[in-house]
């Protein structure tokens, strides 16, 4: 089992940054993949980006791409989204996930844990 946990989240004016944390517990994450999706109301669950938890590598969602890092402290079970140059359309409430190492990175269903997801609001 793994237990995810999100912090960081919040107002911001457009044009502002945040960076979101991801507090992860329960097995080791070796062979995972631990990713950040996004559900504004009204609309589906979208795929924001995902680091490799071994290698490190890094894929984002064409919305997140200059704008947000992903990262991971390995010492800290810890994953980040860093997000600069926030956008009003970028509000939204953002969860961690973790899977399997597949190659369906943007595919909610391939996610077997969740967090409880934390609140990004963005003004103009």
């Known amino acids: 089992q793994v237990q995810l946990g999100e912090s960081g989240g919040g107002w911001v004016q457009a044009g502002g940054s945040l960076r979101l944390t991801c507090a992860v517990s329960g097995r080791t994450l070796s062979n995972y993949q631990m990713a950040w999706f996004r559900q504004a109301p009204g609309k589906e669950r979208e795929f924001v980006a995902v680091i490799n938890w071994s290698g490190g590598s890094t894929y984002y969602a064409d919305s997140a791409k200059g704008r947000f890092t992903i990262s991971r402290d390995v010492t800290k079970n810890t994953v980040y989204l860093q997000m600069n140059t926030l956008k009003p359309d970028d509000t939204a409430v953002y969860y961690c996930?973790?899977?399997?190492?597949?190659?369906?990175?943007?595919?909610?269903?391939?996610?077997?844990?969740w967090g409880q997801g934390t609140q990004v609001t963005v003004s103009s």
């Open positions: 996930a973790a899977a399997a190492v597949n190659l369906f990175v943007h595919l909610a269903d391939r996610y077997a844990y």
